[in-house]
């Protein structure tokens, strides 16, 4: 019988149990965690490879960082601090190569100095893919961080007021839902000066409308709970109701929704750099090169298959890391 | 049930008036891109350039003044003319809805073929190696984006058959309305364009269509009225045919409709590469010459779609499954 059900303990146990010495807990705990990432690895490998290959591309992303601060700022500023060269990244997203007899070095295999050849201009393959894992990394992470920070502001808002407010606020996300993203992306950029960070806010409204459905649907839940209701009886503020008793339950869809997003936003990134090249901001972006090695794909196709590779393999890590998550935290989130 | 057709109507319309709206706004607030285009473009006087073409395109008149024109415009369906060519809007939408539609349906018909079977087969051999390997493309057809697609199949196509599509040779297959166009003169020369982006964009979607089915199947033949099916000595196929995949189909209705939702501007990716003269293309090249009306009339018109589609689907939902009331 296990020890929990029993009602009634006798006041020598009782005792014995409050004088027993604290559980070593950090040991335990370690040990419970090293248990959950084994089982992780067993149950779903595919999640964990997906895992590995994200943090193998922030590794790629990184480099020293730079006493210079200030917004963030894509690509040169991801964290309010610059970061120089990638350390993975050998030369930098532009220099261009010459050969022995001084001429360009185009279109050269791979080699122990150009791990992935050159391209078109005798740029490094491999370091421009690298220069482009921290733009893509950084867009989606800051695109995805405001737009389901401000979705689920409006969820809660929305879900919590309840009436014309959430009407109209509804109607106002149907609309934002019914832009076609590409579309909107474009216009940011033709609209006002191109840069990565307009883009970011571009994409972020785009993901607001499903961020804050999940939010809503949520407080809707939650508002009736008697917990609520007892807040609000004892005098808390709305404010006060939203911020420590409602809040809290949205937490984890908001951070399911955030990760599964990750991959979109990686792929709408590389979309609009492909479809729209001469107009985004030129740092070295796998989009870029994708549309750049078109022109020569069918005699060159290293260029091509390394960008589109980068971008199938990012897209397809971002997917299922996110789906792993999401099973991890909050299932009922599962659409298939 | 009409009370509810009704009201969601109207919540359509609010929604369809805000779309066109927000357009509108941001279009007009932001600096014209299409007067620096206009006056880099003329000769002499750069300001004078821009204010000519400003004025010529109604552009100096008062904002609310563009805005009822604009609005009262839609009402009468009219959705203006397009700054470049100075054709109705609605008449350039018209030309070049064929091709859009001709893709679209195509994906979906791809979708349907391919996802359906699959979907059936991996939920009865659940755990087996076909369902680990019919999973396993999943994964990857969704992983692998649509361009990036496209791209390595162009490749492979002109490495390994030895064929490129005839990128340039697109002929509309049906002549659109009022049917004064010649009548297509080759329909093969239009499939042979429209094979590998229909393929492309058809598979992406017979793996949503797949992953969706496999989890309704697997649900549905855990039910007790399929127990009683086998129970009663039914063959397998009746079992799972006639009675689990009429039930699993209902899901996938919805995911249909998303599909349907985006098949009118959806496709700008693969129009772009393949260089389709449909709809996608045509919103693109807007955004890219700043010509405002088209960009406003595609915008309103894929809202228009998916609300609409939106609403048919819930409608759709109902009729097919009685059980589903709205209040």
């Known amino acids: 019988?296990?020890?929990?059900?029993?009602?009634?303990?006798?006041?020598?146990?009782?005792?014995?149990?409050?004088?027993?010495?604290?559980?070593?807990?950090?040991?335990?705990?370690?040990?419970?965690?090293?248990?959950?990432?084994?089982?992780?690895?067993?149950?779903?490998?595919?999640?964990?490879?997906?895992?590995?290959?994200?943090?193998?591309?922030?590794?790629?992303?990184?480099?020293?960082?730079?006493?210079?601060?200030?917004?963030?700022?894509?690509?040169?500023?991801?964290?309010?601090?610059?970061?120089?060269?990638?350390?993975?990244?050998?030369?930098?997203?532009?220099?261009?190569?010459?050969?022995?007899?001084?001429?360009?070095?185009?279109?050269?295999?791979?080699?122990?100095?150009?791990?992935?050849?050159?391209?078109?201009?005798?740029?490094?393959?491999?370091?421009?893919?690298?220069?482009?894992?921290?733009?893509?990394?950084?867009?989606?992470?800051?695109?995805?961080?405001?737009?389901?920070?401000?979705?689920?502001?409006?969820?809660?808002?929305?879900?919590?007021?309840?009436?014309?407010?959430?009407?109209?606020?509804?109607?106002?996300?149907?609309?934002?839902?019914?832009?076609?993203?590409?579309?909107?992306?474009?216009?940011?950029?033709?609209?006002?000066?191109?840069?990565?960070?307009?883009?970011?806010?571009?994409?972020?409204?785009?993901?607001?409308?499903?961020?804050?459905?999940?939010?809503?649907?949520?407080?809707?839940?939650?508002?009736?709970?008697?917990?609520?209701?007892?807040?609000?009886?004892?005098?808390?503020?709305?404010?006060?109701?939203?911020?420590?008793?409602?809040?809290?339950?949205?937490?984890?869809?908001?951070?399911?929704?955030?990760?599964?997003?990750?991959?979109?936003?990686v792929l709408a990134e590389a979309a609009l750099s492909f479809i729209d090249p001469s107009t985004v901001p030129q740092a070295a972006s796998w989009g870029l090169m994708l549309a750049e090695g078109r022109a020569f794909m069918f005699e060159h196709p290293h260029v091509v298959l390394a960008a589109g590779g980068a971008i199938a393999l990012a897209v397809m890590a971002f997917n299922l890391a996110g789906d792993a998550l999401r099973d991890a935290l909050d299932p009922r989130l599962r659409l298939f | 049930m009409l009370r509810y057709i009704l009201w969601r109507l109207l919540l359509n319309l609010l929604v369809l008036l805000l779309v066109a709206s927000l357009v509108f706004l941001v279009l007009r607030l932001t600096p014209g891109g299409v007067l620096e285009a206009a006056a880099q473009g003329a000769q002499g006087d750069p300001r004078q350039a821009r204010e000519a073409v400003r004025r010529s395109l109604g552009l100096d008149r008062p904002l609310p003044w563009q805005y009822w024109d604009y609005i009262s415009g839609l009402a009468r369906g009219d959705l203006g003319q397009s700054f470049r060519t100075r054709a109705p809007v609605m008449e350039e939408i018209r030309q070049r809805i064929g091709p859009s539609l001709e893709l679209g349906l195509l994906q979906l018909a791809v979708a349907i073929a391919t996802g359906v079977p699959v979907g059936v087969l991996a939920a009865v051999r659940r755990d087996t190696w076909a369902d680990y390997l019919l999973r396993g493309a999943t994964v990857l057809l969704l992983g692998i984006p649509a361009f990036v697609l496209a791209i390595f199949a162009l490749l492979f196509c002109a490495r390994y058959l030895g064929w490129t599509p005839p990128i340039t040779a697109y002929r509309d297959l049906v002549p659109l309305p009022p049917f004064d166009t010649p009548a297509?003169?080759?329909?093969?020369?239009?499939?042979?364009?429209?094979?590998?982006?229909?393929?492309?964009?058809?598979?992406?979607?017979?793996?949503?269509?797949?992953?969706?089915?496999?989890?309704?199947?697997?649900?549905?033949?855990?039910?007790?009225?399929?127990?009683?099916?086998?129970?009663?000595?039914?063959?397998?196929?009746?079992?799972?045919?006639?009675?689990?995949?009429?039930?699993?189909?209902?899901?996938?209705?919805?995911?249909?409709?998303?599909?349907l939702g985006t098949l009118v501007a959806g496709n700008v990716v693969l129009e772009a590469i393949f260089l389709i003269p449909g709809l996608g293309l045509y919103a693109v090249n807007g955004v890219r010459q700043n010509d405002y009306p088209v960009v406003q009339g595609m915008t309103l018109l894929v809202a228009c779609f998916l609300v609409f589609v939106n609403l048919l689907v819930d409608v759709l939902y109902a009729w097919l499954d009685p059980r589903i009331r709205y209040a």
């Open chain 2, 184 to 259: 297509p003169e080759d329909p093969w020369a239009n499939l042979q364009v429209m094979a590998l982006p229909a393929l492309i964009g058809g598979l992406g979607t017979g793996a949503i269509v797949m992953r969706f089915l496999r989890s309704q199947m697997l649900e549905v033949l855990g039910r007790e009225y399929v127990r009683t099916a086998w129970a009663k000595g039914l063959q397998a196929r009746a079992v799972v045919l006639r009675h689990a995949l009429r039930n699993a189909l209902l899901p996938v209705v919805t995911v249909v409709g998303l599909v």
């Open chain 1, 1 to 265: 019988m296990p020890g929990w059900t029993r009602a009634s303990a006798t006041p020598e146990e009782a005792a014995a149990r409050q004088s027993a010495p604290p559980l070593p807990w950090p040991q335990a705990g370690e040990r419970a965690r090293r248990r959950t990432l084994l089982r992780l690895l067993r149950r779903r490998p595919l999640g964990a490879a997906a895992m590995a290959a994200v943090l193998a591309m922030l590794a790629l992303s990184l480099g020293p960082p730079q006493p210079r601060f200030g917004l963030p700022d894509l690509p040169a500023r991801p964290l309010g601090f610059e970061m120089g060269r990638p350390f993975l990244a050998r030369y930098g997203p532009e220099d261009f190569f010459r050969d022995e007899s001084g001429r360009l070095a185009r279109f050269q295999g791979p080699s122990r100095q150009h791990w992935l050849g050159t391209d078109d201009k005798g740029r490094d393959v491999w370091s421009r893919l690298v220069w482009g894992t921290r733009r893509s990394l950084f867009f989606a992470l800051w695109a995805l961080a405001l737009g389901t920070v401000g979705g689920t502001a409006v969820g809660l808002v929305s879900a919590y007021f309840l009436g014309t407010l959430d009407l109209l606020l509804q109607r106002l996300m149907d609309a934002l839902q019914s832009f076609p993203p590409l579309l909107v992306l474009m216009l940011a950029v033709s609209l006002v000066e191109p840069s990565l960070r307009v883009l970011a806010v571009a994409l972020a409204i785009v993901v607001m409308p499903g961020a804050q459905r999940v939010a809503r649907s949520v407080v809707l839940s939650v508002r009736q709970e008697p917990y609520v209701e007892a807040a609000r009886a004892l005098g808390a503020s709305h404010l006060r109701v939203i911020v420590r008793h409602v809040l809290p339950n949205a937490v984890a869809p908001a951070v399911v929704v955030f990760t599964v997003g990750l991959g979109a936003a």
